[in-house]
């Protein structure tokens, strides 16, 4: 059993590793040939309702991902084959209504998204979306592949399979490069569409992929015994759908931030840079910090023991305040470099520099409180109360909705601006902070009602002494670099980020250890 889990996850980290490769040098190339230009602007439009459907939901640890794993796995090849056909078929032809439907009103659903476009964006963010329709039924199938798959232990696959739309993406855009090299009066391949192409391309790669690998565990056959397993088949329906709607209200925060980055030229296209550079190392904090602490939630929680819930939660609370706060501070104090070198080259410009290198600082400012909410929201599910969350993430759309709209303005048909606190795109990034924050405290003074007792004040001082911390770690190497910076080269930043890097962690550490708040104090020790 041993040797069998250590070659799954060695076989999932493999193939995770080069499928975020691929997707790091996939955004290169992107903003190399587009920049933060009316091109990849519209196609950030564009892409919000396939890939919602594309990764959200059809995704790895989706609701089509997650619904069939749990339904599959315990069942032999002949009736995980009947359910599985039998709920692609159903499903596959949903979501080709929901295509259809999106195809034929592409332009009201760009208007209703992003009202504020000018008007060449939205002829080409409509022209995307169609090109991108297809995508919405290919999802279904893919998403309830990914599922079947793992069920039956076939990992690599479906790790490795969101890396078929990366390269698509980085061969079209190469083979752009190469064909208006070639013809410099003609720019066939380089076109409004290019990216929705290579991402339908992708995407039908990926079908393919899936198709074959499903025909050779045998899972997706037509059978006599059509009319059995319903209850099974029920089940995987059952576990779809509030799972769907949980992720919907998700979503719908992404609609309110791109409804008012409308507003503002070239917002989405840096939105979507800045949120890359944050993401990546949230997602491995997020996996590491919380993951682990996870199942020992659910076993203190299911043996009625407490206070050893209470023990694992606040060391996470700790490691998540001094590893987010390290972050926060890293990305501020080297924002210029860390997006000079990713970026800059072709048409990512210095102005796409300056918008994206602020857009990163405004992200920076927020990723304590969005990882924070995360492990607060999942120990809630662990304890199996999930009311407050979800309640809760109600109550951020509409506190979402007002601090966009006050943080860029609060513009007014008839009146103008109400608030002088126009931040632009930058506001937007900040109002999702704010959200989180108010969201945090709620979760936090909430846990009493559980039985579950937070110091809050000592993790408050806590806060305020890792912040303090993180301030000077940031003034110290800021006025250090601030005077050496000053080559233009990408191997100068790399060396300048490595020793940053290193320097930073040092006074960091070692300031967090001298204040006693950079490991758990013995009271909550387990």
Not at 90 to 100: A, E, N, Q, R, S
Not at 229 to 244: G, Q, S, T, V, Y
Not at 292 to 318: A, D, Q, T
Not at 393 to 421: E, K, M, Q, R
Request: include cysteine; glycine fraction near 6%; aromatic fraction near 16%.
């Amino acid at each position: 059993m041993h040797s069998y889990l250590k070659n799954n996850v060695a076989s999932i980290s493999f193939a995770t590793s080069l499928s975020k490769v691929a997707g790091f040098i996939r955004q290169i190339f992107i903003a190399a040939t587009f920049g933060i230009g009316i091109t990849y602007d519209a196609y950030n439009y564009a892409y919000i309702i396939p890939g919602f459907l594309l990764i959200i939901i059809g995704g790895i640890n989706g609701p089509l991902h997650n619904a069939v794993v749990a339904v599959l796995t315990p069942l032999k090849r002949r009736e995980g084959r009947i359910i599985f056909t039998k709920v692609v078929i159903k499903l596959t032809l949903l979501f080709f209504i929901l295509g259809v439907v999106v195809y034929f009103n592409s332009s009201f659903l760009i208007n209703f998204i992003a009202p504020n476009l000018n008007v060449e964006a939205k002829s080409i963010a409509t022209y995307q979306l169609r090109i991108l329709t297809p995508c919405i039924p290919l999802s279904a199938f893919i998403g309830l592949s990914f599922g079947a798959l793992n069920s039956r232990n076939k990992f690599f696959m479906s790790s490795i399979s969101p890396a078929l739309t990366s390269l698509t993406t980085i061969l079209f855009i190469s083979a752009s490069w190469i064909f208006t090299h070639q013809n410099t009066n003609s720019n066939y391949l380089f076109y409004s569409g290019l990216l929705a192409k290579a991402t339908l391309t992708g995407t039908c790669i990926q079908f393919a992929v899936q198709c074959w690998e499903i025909n050779k565990i045998g899972l997706f056959r037509f059978d006599s015994a059509w009319h059995v397993f319903k209850n099974e088949e029920k089940r995987i329906f059952n576990l779809i759908a509030p799972a769907i709607i949980s992720s919907g209200v998700g979503q719908i925060n992404v609609f309110v931030d791109m409804f008012f980055a409308s507003s503002f030229q070239g917002a989405a296209s840096g939105l979507a840079y800045g949120n890359f550079l944050i993401q990546a190392p949230l997602g491995v904090l997020s996996n590491a910090l919380i993951l682990p602490l996870l199942p020992n939630f659910s076993k203190f929680n299911s043996n009625k023991e407490i206070r050893n819930l209470e023990k694992v939660l606040i060391s996470g609370i700790e490691y998540c305040l001094l590893t987010t706060i390290f972050l926060t501070g890293f990305f501020i104090t080297f924002n210029n470099q860390i997006v000079q070198f990713v970026f800059q080259r072709g048409a990512f410009n210095s102005e796409a520099v300056f918008l994206v290198k602020n857009i990163l600082i405004a992200y920076a400012v927020g990723i304590p409180f969005y990882l924070y909410k995360d492990l607060l929201v999942r120990t809630y599910y662990a304890i199996e109360n999930p009311k407050l969350p979800f309640k809760l993430s109600l109550a951020g759309i509409i506190l979402n909705v007002f601090f966009d709209w006050f943080l860029v303005g609060a513009p007014t048909i008839n009146f103008g601006n109400l608030s002088p606190y126009n931040f632009g795109v930058i506001g937007i990034i900040l109002s999702s902070g704010i959200v989180n924050l108010i969201i945090c405290i709620f979760l936090t003074t909430n846990f009493n009602i559980y039985g579950i007792n937070i110091p809050k004040t000592i993790l408050l001082k806590k806060f305020v002494f890792i912040s303090l911390a993180c301030f000077i770690s940031s003034t110290i190497c800021y006025s250090v670099i601030k005077d050496i910076n000053g080559f233009n080269s990408n191997i100068w930043d790399v060396f300048l980020l490595v020793m940053g890097f290193l320097a930073f962690s040092i006074i960091y550490f070692s300031i967090t250890k001298l204040l006693g708040v950079n490991k758990l104090t013995p009271s909550i020790k387990i």
